[in-house]
């Protein structure tokens, strides 16, 4: 039985690591999951390439660009999930865009998540106003369709984070994800509405990449995500990035365990 979402945030500051599913290939995915868990990440967002990723900086859409030409399919991404569970029980979920879910079929789509132990997906170009087109279904099987703030939903938050289920995705800044030197939103107000509003673990992603950033953010957020610098590294150092993917999430798990 798979550890679910609220397992990743009992134990302090949650570490969430993002990794693009099929780059380099869907063995290696595998590897460097379980090579993250060691490092001490406490739940992984696993994205599902896609030709058009709105919400993507240039790092994570190369990634999916690579995923997608080495042949990376839905069903060989349920295919290694399914495969990764002999090994883990650790809560994983899906970042990924509505058309490759819509497709698929959301009935088939989240009934498969649930046979290999998907607690949540995250869907960045669903509107908070049409959750509901497969949110009923997703729950049916267990799913969580996680919530996005971005720093522009000031007005409605509160609407947000009162129905949010899972963890709440708190958006740093403005723009798509990708690496930054600063992270310049205001996130102790926005948290401070969450917290008002619900008793919901929230995390913070976009642009956290460094040590310092993520011990700054653990002050004041129930967890931390981080992916495109993880992306960045297995564009570096491809089929060899293992040691690396370790030491790195190892290094981010350190900097926000004493919060």
Do not use: W
Not at 16 to 23: E, L, Q, R
């Amino acid at each position: 039985m798979a550890r679910t979402i609220k397992d990743a945030f009992k134990n302090g500051k949650a570490f969430v690591a993002f990794i693009t599913a099929g780059d380099p290939n869907l063995d290696k995915t595998g590897e460097y999951i379980l090579e993250m868990e060691r490092a001490g990440a406490d739940l992984i967002e696993i994205g599902i390439p896609f030709s058009d990723p709105i919400a993507e900086g240039v790092v994570i859409q190369e990634a999916d660009l690579r995923a997608l030409q080495s042949g990376t399919t839905t069903d060989g991404i349920f295919d290694m999930v399914e495969k990764l569970r002999q090994k883990t029980d650790m809560p994983l979920v899906f970042m990924g865009y509505l058309n490759p879910v819509f497709h698929y079929g959301y009935e088939r789509f989240f009934a498969r998540c649930k046979e290999c132990g998907i607690s949540g997906i995250i869907i960045p170009d669903l509107p908070y106003e049409e959750k509901g087109e497969c949110e009923e279904i997703a729950a049916k099987y267990g799913v969580d369709v996680i919530s996005m703030i971005a720093p522009t939903s000031a007005a409605r938050i509160r609407a947000i984070a009162s129905e949010a289920k899972g963890f709440l995705y708190v958006v740093s800044s403005m723009g798509v994800t990708g690496i930054r030197s600063e992270i310049k939103t205001d996130l102790s107000s926005i948290l401070s509405a969450v917290r008002e509003a619900s008793d919901i673990p929230a995390a913070v992603g976009f642009g956290i990449n460094t040590p310092e950033q993520a011990a700054k953010v653990a002050q004041i957020a129930d967890g931390v995500i981080v992916g495109s610098a993880i992306v960045k590294i297995i564009a570096l150092y491809g089929t060899e990035a293992g040691p690396y993917i370790h030491d790195y999430v190892k290094a981010m798990k350190d900097a926000i365990a004493k919060y």
